[in-house]
Nanobody
């Protein structure tokens, strides 16, 4: 059974940092691309960042580029979030998709096969 379990969310002030973690089980981790998405109240779930199985290549939404960093190691994927803004407030979800070598960037919800339950991030102004 596949499990993705996020942790690390919380309430912070604008300008602060948070590090989200996602522990993966039930998959061959190094054959999956991993992604982070977020969903704010009343809005659709949106892409935040993705990292290829190689752990070398990453891709970010323009809204977080330069502030967020995705990384992976030992069946975990991380999202380091710096210079947080109130508009970053959302439930953050970890997601996984099988990724053959040479795959494109996975940036759409429907491309991902497995999802975590989400962790709330609230940034106050």
């Amino acid at each position: 059974q596949v499990q993705l379990v996020e942790s690390g969310g919380g309430l912070v002030q604008a300008g602060d940092s948070l590090r989200l973690s996602c522990a993966a089980a039930g998959i061959t981790f190094n054959t999956y691309a991993m992604g982070w998405f977020r969903q704010a109240p009343g809005k659709e779930r949106e892409f935040v960042a993705t990292i290829r199985r190689s752990a070398v290549n990453t891709y970010y939404a323009d809204s977080v580029k330069g502030r967020f960093t995705i990384s992976r190691d030992n069946a975990k994927v991380y999202l380091q979030m710096n210079s947080l803004k109130p508009e970053d407030t959302a439930v953050y979800y970890c997601a996984a998709v099988p990724s053959p070598y040479g795959s494109p960037w996975y940036v759409r919800n429907y491309e991902y096969r497995h999802w975590g339950q989400g962790t709330q991030v609230t940034v106050s102004s």
